[in-house]
């Protein structure tokens, strides 16, 4: 069987180095759309490493790449075709501000294997630490069609009540039809972004946005209207990915405000708003 999942949970976690520097720091800005008017001074918070700040989803690709998708396919017990496999969803823990340059510890493994009756999910844990303490834990769920139905735990339900009433906040966001390219320049370099013939293969039309670069961009958009625009007000970070995004399309953001927290829904204007983030929540100060 291609997924081990005794095997996949009893691995041993497997920790190594990571660093980065301001110059990831702003590539991964730019690859979420930051700068967008150039010299507009709430995005050279963003863009100018003289007044940096750095975006929490950060995380998500500081000094290796993919959370956790593509290392989490080559852990003991788990052998299955790339192509087969999607992110399924995410969600990121901060215990403080990240630093727009760093050298730290990850450790990675696999926290569940769930099975869901056509797919299994994988949930690959990172936890990073740093000389003064734990930075972040980034949770991904990789979601392998066709390889369930093995009689395992068919793990929790992430689905949530939709929020009540209209949102509170309503922004779109335009993805550039080169947004893909860019954003793989950070680290995720699946050919399902850039390929149109792996694309094709993989069952798409062409080419897909990352997810993890609409969940960048949908943070961005909620930090930049709802929180003042101060990242270190960001406490965790969850979403599940229900759709595809295309590069050139618009994302809708829609916001509701709530205690600690904010619900969001993420759509795609231009294909009848069809589903793009759900059961989103960002927890703040």
């Given amino acids: 069987m291609p997924i ?11 920790a190594g180095e990571i660093t980065w520097d301001r110059k990831d720091v702003l590539l991964y800005h730019l690859g979420v759309g930051a700068g967008v008017p150039a010299t507009d001074p709430d995005e050279l918070r963003y863009t100018l490493e003289s007044r940096l700040h750095v975006l929490p989803s950060f995380a998500t690709v500081a000094g290796s790449g993919s959370p956790g998708v593509i290392s989490g396919l080559s852990m003991p017990g788990v052998d299955v075709d790339l192509a087969r496999v999607l992110h399924g969803g995410q969600s990121l823990t901060l215990h403080r501000p990240l630093p727009a340059e760093g050298t730290a510890t990850a450790t990675g493994r696999i926290a569940a294997v769930y099975d869901k009756g056509k797919a299994a999910v994988l949930v690959m844990r990172t936890e990073v630490t740093d000389a003064d303490g734990p930075l972040w834990t980034n949770d991904a769920q990789i979601f392998v069609r066709g390889e369930g139905g093995w009689g395992g735990d068919r793990g929790p339900s992430a ?3 939709p929020p009540a009433g209209d949102p509170d906040k309503t922004v779109e966001r335009h993805i550039r039809e080169d947004q893909a390219l860019l954003y793989r320049l950070s ?9 149109p013939d792996f694309a094709k293969a993989a069952g798409f039309d062409r080419p897909i946005l990352h997810g993890l670069c609409t969940y960048g961009t949908t ?7 709802v929180l003042d625009g101060d990242v270190t007000r960001v406490r965790a970070y969850a979403t599940r990915f229900a759709g595809v995004v295309f590069p050139g399309e618009t994302l809708r ?9 904010i619900r969001i829904a993420v ?3 231009e294909r009848a708003d069809a589903p793009v983030l759900a059961d989103t929540i960002v927890e703040h100060s």
């Fill in 4 to 14: 081990d999942a005794a095997k996949a949970l009893a691995a041993e976690p497997r």
């Fill in 267 to 269: 759509s795609a204007a």
């Fill in 253 to 261: 953001i829609r916001m509701w405000r709530g205690e600690g927290e």
């Fill in 159 to 161: 689905r949530l009540d």
């Fill in 187 to 195: 680290g995720d370099w699946n050919p399902l972004h850039a390929d």
């Fill in 219 to 225: 943070l961005k958009a909620v930090v930049d209207t």
